[in-house]
């Protein structure tokens, strides 16, 4: 049974963050994301500086511009600058690498439309559409530059923590008087698909996954999108989301357990992870021989906040329970 982590990681040094991650992942190696770093590190950011289209960081945040403003340009020389660390320090690695980047609808929630509005790319269709298009474009050359480096098989992981909060109207916009839009599901589906088409294109892609820390998932849409797996939260799973679940690995594809929360900083005993995991996994009702091919587990979220060691030794601890429960299920 694998684990992996979902992105970001404590502190600013990404080469020590690279060194915990590598030494503690086997077959799924997730690059390392730091918030703490700086604005064009956290994961509005990071996305932007992968994107030609240009924005700009402001008291107010992030927001489309004319030209390329200089934190994205940072974002784009983290990129360069981390992709020669990360090619030093995992060398002899052979595991799949896994890269995290904000959904369309996240960084349209979170990103404002040029000056003079106040308003969030969301409000705008034609905006939204100009996004996503450029986010297809710069996960593909992404995915291409990590094959060309490694050689190795990719995952490109999409966080949307925010879709929930879109597909039921609960974004206010700026006077906070009213609500933003609520995107045609049509929308959405095209978005992700071309998302999902343009990694794809791209050789040694291996699964393109959708995660989720919020509640309000939609398991069907994500299924209608093409996702390959799905990463989330399971404090947020009702008897509904249970039965969407059990579909979705009805139909071969991959679930992520995010079986650990990481908005507190605690560190569960492995006896209490493989607890949590195992009831989720029996009403799951997966057969045991599916269970390396299917499942993951993982924290919740990123670690960013989290003190490294508290980080290091919960991603120890998943690894360990991954392989009780194993054992367990098999019997």
Same mark, same amino acid.
């Given at each position: 049974?694998?684990? /992996?982590?979902?992105?970001? =990681?404590?502190g600013?040094?990404?080469? @020590?963050?690279?060194? *915990?991650?590598a030494?503690?992942?086997? +077959? ?5 994301? #730091?918030?703490q ?7 509005i ?21 004319a030209?390329r ?11 360069r600058?981390d #992709? ?11 595991? /799949? ?7 369309p609808w996240?960084?349209? &929630?979170? *990103?404002r ?16 559409r100009?996004i996503?298009? @450029?986010?297809?474009? %710069? ?7 990590l094959?060309q480096?490694?050689?190795?098989p990719? !995952? ?13 109207? %609960? #974004? ?14 049509? +929308? *959405?589906?095209?978005s ?9 294109? *791209?050789?040694?892609?291996e ?10 998932f939609?398991v069907?849409l ?8 799905? &990463? ?19 139909d071969?594809?991959? !679930?992520?357990?995010?079986v ?8 569960? $005993? /492995?006896?209490r !992870? ?5 009831e !989720?996994?029996?009403r799951?009702?997966? $057969?045991?021989e599916?269970?390396? &091919?299917?499942?993951v587990?993982?924290? @919740?979220?990123?670690l960013?906040?989290?003190? =490294? $060691?508290? @980080? ?14 194993? +054992?367990?299920?098999?019997?």
């Amino acid at each position: 049974m694998r684990t /992996t982590g979902l992105g970001s =990681m404590p502190g600013r040094d990404f080469r @020590a963050a690279t060194r *915990v991650v590598a030494d503690l992942s086997d +077959e799924l190696l997730a690059w390392p994301e #730091l918030p703490q770093r700086d604005e064009s590190s956290a994961m509005i950011g990071r996305t932007l500086g992968l994107l030609a289209q240009p924005g700009e960081l402001d008291t107010d945040g992030w927001r489309l511009a004319a030209g390329r403003g200089s934190a994205q340009e940072r974002a784009a020389r983290w990129w360069r600058t981390d #992709l020669d660390d990360f090619e030093e320090l995992t060398q002899g690695h052979e595991g /799949t690498i896994k890269v995290a980047m904000a959904g369309p609808w996240t960084l349209a &929630a979170s *990103v404002r439309l040029a000056y003079p509005t106040m308003n969030h790319v969301i409000s705008d269709p034609g905006a939204c559409r100009d996004i996503w298009q @450029a986010l297809a474009q %710069g996960a593909a050359d992404l995915a291409g530059r990590l094959r060309q480096r490694f050689g190795r098989p990719i !995952i490109v992981q999409l966080d949307e923590p925010m879709i929930g909060a879109v597909l039921r109207g %609960g #974004l206010p916009t700026f006077s906070g008087l009213d609500r933003y839009r609520i995107p045609d599901l049509d +929308e *959405v589906l095209t978005s992700w698909r071309q998302l999902i088409g343009a990694a794809r294109q *791209v050789s040694g892609v291996e699964q393109v996954w959708l995660h989720c820390c919020g509640p309000d998932f939609d398991v069907d849409l994500a299924g209608r999108a093409g996702f390959d797996a799905l &990463a989330l939260d399971t404090r947020f799973w009702d008897s509904a989301l249970f039965e969407a679940c059990q579909a979705w690995l009805a139909d071969g594809h991959t !679930i992520a357990l995010g079986v650990v929360r990481t908005d507190q900083v605690s560190v569960p $005993p /492995t006896d209490r !992870i493989v607890a949590d995991a195992l009831e !989720i996994l029996r009403r799951l009702e997966l $057969p045991a021989e599916l269970l390396d &091919a299917q499942v993951v587990l993982t924290p @919740a979220c990123g670690l960013g906040a989290w003190p =490294m $060691p508290d @980080a290091a030794q919960l991603l120890q601890r998943l690894t360990q329970a991954a392989e009780l429960v194993a +054992e367990r299920i098999r019997g």
